[in-house]
């Protein structure tokens, strides 16, 4: 199969519409990362979407429409504070996790009772979901575990002759997956951070918890479980008050031959000068728009990748920290209990 990435406009966004109409996979661009989508209402497709990205067969899918598109087709109820949340933040990077009508293919959430919905704000993403005028079953457009894409050329790396278009939309702004937000209790609980806050959505919705899941359970949202996010180098992670060990191995791998280089925030590259680094930059909007292509360009740069963690861990930088320490295999999503 030829894999094709064209602009989302004209004939190509018409080929799109008949692949995705006909069970192909389509990826497409959002404001965080490019999707791999497929038409919700069909089994076979959802199940592709499963078998190109090797994705375990218990992580559900995210639902993503346009902003037009009557959601009260697919979703069973929803509390108050929903209709606030989306009037505040959609279309937008927030997914948010209804019960579900059962309209869609049973795979895509993996038999729970619940569907999550998303509306992109990206104006690639819209033009494409208009066009298709379907529910699109869209996980990120990497294969599993690998580094989220939020370029055109990154989803070519992991599936060319394997899909037949890319709708190339441009580099990804956002820069990590969509905050997902589950809906169907009394109170919204984050089941996966992002760019939309807890504090943002308690300022709406009056509350808002952040969801820890125990260990062995079964995950009710994309991002809860297993590795993600991963370089295809050896990696390692230390805090920022262990800068030393991380300078250590870092000459290590260099006496050993090897190419080392640090993955961390601008104020610890001027502190590492004469070493290799790749810099977050020094917000949490710029680490965010940043890690995945740098995670990118460390797994072809570097041998080993030395990633040293933000000192800030709220707001944003929540979410970037939990790609962050995924990526470098030291958070799993779980917790004892």
């Excluded at 190109?52 to 504070?81: C, M, T, W």
């Excluded at 990590?176 to 939309?196: A, H, M, N, W, Y």
């Excluded at 060990?245 to 610890?268: D, H, T, W």
Aim: with cysteine; proline share 6%; glycine share 10%.
């Amino acid at each position: 199969m030829e894999t094709k990435i064209a602009s989302p406009a004209g004939a190509w966004l018409a080929l799109a519409k008949k692949l995705i109409e006909t069970g192909e996979v389509v990826a497409f661009h959002t404001e965080t990362v490019y999707g791999l989508g497929a038409n919700a209402f069909s089994d076979e497709a959802v199940l592709k979407v499963f078998a190109l990205k090797g994705r375990p067969a218990d992580n559900p899918l995210i639902v993503h429409v346009h902003q037009d598109f009557p959601i009260s087709s697919l979703i069973d109820g929803e509390p108050s504070y929903a209709a606030a949340l989306r009037e505040a933040f959609l279309p937008g990077p927030l997914t948010m996790v209804y019960p579900s009508k059962g309209k869609v293919s049973k795979y895509v959430s993996c038999g729970l009772d619940t569907l999550a919905v998303r509306v992109p704000s990206s104006p690639a993403a819209q033009a494409f979901l208009k066009s298709a005028d379907l529910p699109v079953a869209a996980p990120s457009a990497n294969l599993s575990k690998h580094v989220s894409p939020v370029t055109a050329k990154h989803v070519f790396d992991d599936f060319n002759g394997k899909i037949p278009l890319i709708l190339d939309g441009g580099a990804c702004t956002g820069g990590i997956e969509s905050t997902v937000l589950d809906c169907t209790g009394e109170i919204p609980q984050i089941l996966r951070e992002g760019l939309v806050t807890r504090e943002m959505i308690a300022r709406v919705a009056g509350r808002c918890e952040v969801y820890r899941a125990k260990r062995g359970e079964r995950p009710k949202s994309p991002g809860m479980a297993y590795k993600h996010y991963a370089p295809r180098c050896k990696t390692a992670y230390f805090t920022g008050d262990r800068l030393g060990e991380a300078e250590a191995a870092y000459l290590n791998e260099a006496e050993g031959g090897g190419a080392p280089c640090f993955l961390c925030e601008s104020e610890v590259c001027a502190r590492l000068e004469g070493y290799r680094s790749l810099d977050l930059g020094s917000s949490p909007e710029e680490a965010a728009r940043r890690l995945y292509a740098l995670l990118r360009r460390g797994e072809e740069q570097a041998t080993l990748l030395i990633g040293v963690e933000p000192r800030e861990k709220e707001g944003v930088m929540a979410g970037v920290l939990n790609r962050m320490r995924r990526a470098f295999g030291v958070e799993h999503g779980t917790e004892e209990g």
